[in-house]
């Protein structure tokens, strides 16, 4: 089958597609889907990169090299394990798993039956494919951060991945939605269901903005500290954690006692299950930036880099 691997040794890994072995027959508990496409996540580039770079370190190690790229993914069913009995070959599935040996940057994939679920009706392999990653993480930050039915929620980063799904969720659980981003993405991140939208490039917000119940940083760029005055009393500040201030400063804080903590997302069957809802509902739709081909995965990662994009990159394995 076709796969994405890293090349070019330990000082500039490039994606490159090659050829491997399928996955196996599948454990018990497992499922092989025929990828039709997944999408590209911040953690790709900023983790899989430099496990590439250790894997290279190694001369005996780099040719035993196998994909490390790829979490999301929508497909169709290949093979199901020995207890695995609400799944048939040719299902329509999608999720994600975050552990190495998933690699959805590929024609083939093996993942736990726990971590997928069936396709909501109605979208095509590319959309699925921009949801489980992102749209997990905004479902479960918004969970931690303990917002509800008419909790005041600041998105920062609204017109991005997980942005992009955190203000819609938000609206269908009921809160209210502020959306930060730049004055071009304002329309959008309105036409998203968000009551206001705050541009960061007019000023610093951080400062006059009032008092929010969740502040929900999905940039990860910012910390409890820096947005201290947009924290209301007994409310939150989630990260997702991407950066190194973020990552060090946030559970600092809530060893302090502090409300703020960061999401680590976890794929269950029953969230994308949430999420499928909410798609038939006709309250959650993908937001797709751009697709690419398998072969064009750098450049698809690229895209991702510029931290510009409105909703998911996307790599297409089999077109829709």
Known sequence: MRAVIATNGVFKPELTVTELPAPAAPGPHDVIVRVHAASVNPKDWKLNYNLSRITAISSAMARRVRPLFGDDLAGTVVATGSKVHDLQPGDAVYGMDMRLRTASLAEQALISRKRIARMPPGLSFTQAASMPLAALTALQGLRRGHASKGSRVLVIGASGGVGTFAVQIGKALGMHITGVCSGANADFVTSLGADAVIDYTAGDYRQDAGEFDLVFDVTSYETPQTCAALIAPEGWFISTGGQGASMLATPLYRLAGRNADSVV????????????????????????????????????????????????????????
């Open 265 to 320: 997302v976890e794929s269950y069957s029953k969230d994308l299950d949430t999420l499928s809802g909410m798609v038939e509902r006709g309250e959650l739709r993908p937001v797709v930036d751009s697709v690419f081909s398998l072969e064009d995965a750098e450049q698809a990662y690229a895209r991702n880099r510029t931290g510009r994009c409105r909703g998911k990159v996307v790599v297409a394995i089999v077109p829709d």
